[in-house]
């Protein structure tokens, strides 16, 4: 029989290892000198590297299609975060460090979001959508990425292999 982790025990040891892991996080990030960008304007730059759009709500087998209506309002709770922002020389972006924890209190909904190699679902589901198109977006500019978690095992979007 396979040995549970920590975090399969319960949800309770689930939670406890979720608050660990941004502990961790927020630690790392703290005695590593990392600078992240957080200065925004609201002036457009004069210039555009690159321009992308993707589709918001896609038709995904069975999939309940609130969960992409969902995912369009968590999208645009999230966004607003990080639009205007300037990212400067020696400075780091970080989507997650921007917009932080999503929850219902600020706004987010249950969207689609992907569980031990399954769909399922979870508040704040489908802003991996934001992420992939950023890095995305990155790929193509003068940008270096040091970090980028894709999903595990399973990308339920088309343009996967990106």
């Known amino acids: 029989?396979?040995?549970k982790l920590f975090c399969e025990i319960s949800p309770f040891t689930y939670r406890l290892s979720i608050e660990k892991g941004?502990?961790?996080?927020?630690?790392?990030?703290?005695?590593?000198?990392?600078?992240?960008?957080?200065?925004r304007t609201a002036e457009s730059l004069p210039i555009v590297i690159y321009r992308h759009k993707s589709l918001i709500r896609r038709r995904l087998g069975n999939v309940n299609m609130q969960l992409q209506e969902n995912k369009a309002t968590n999208l645009a709770l999230a966004v607003n975060h990080i639009d205007g922002l300037l990212i400067r020389p020696n400075e780091t972006f970080s989507v997650w460090k921007l917009i932080g924890r999503t929850s219902k209190r600020k706004g987010?909904?249950?969207?689609?979001?992907?569980?031990?190699?399954?769909p399922s679902q979870g508040i704040g589901g489908g802003l991996c959508q934001l992420s992939n198109l950023i890095h995305w977006m990155v790929l193509h500019s003068e940008l270096t990425i040091t970090e980028h978690h894709h999903h595990d095992g399973l990308d339920l979007f088309p343009d996967f292999g990106r």
Not at 22 to 39: E, M, T, Y
Not at 108 to 118: F, N, P, V
């Open 1 to 3: 029989m396979k040995r």
């Open 108 to 118: 987010y909904k249950e969207g689609l979001t992907i569980a031990k190699g399954q």
């Open 22 to 39: 941004i502990l961790k996080r927020h630690l790392n990030d703290f005695f590593s000198g990392v600078h992240f960008a957080r200065k």
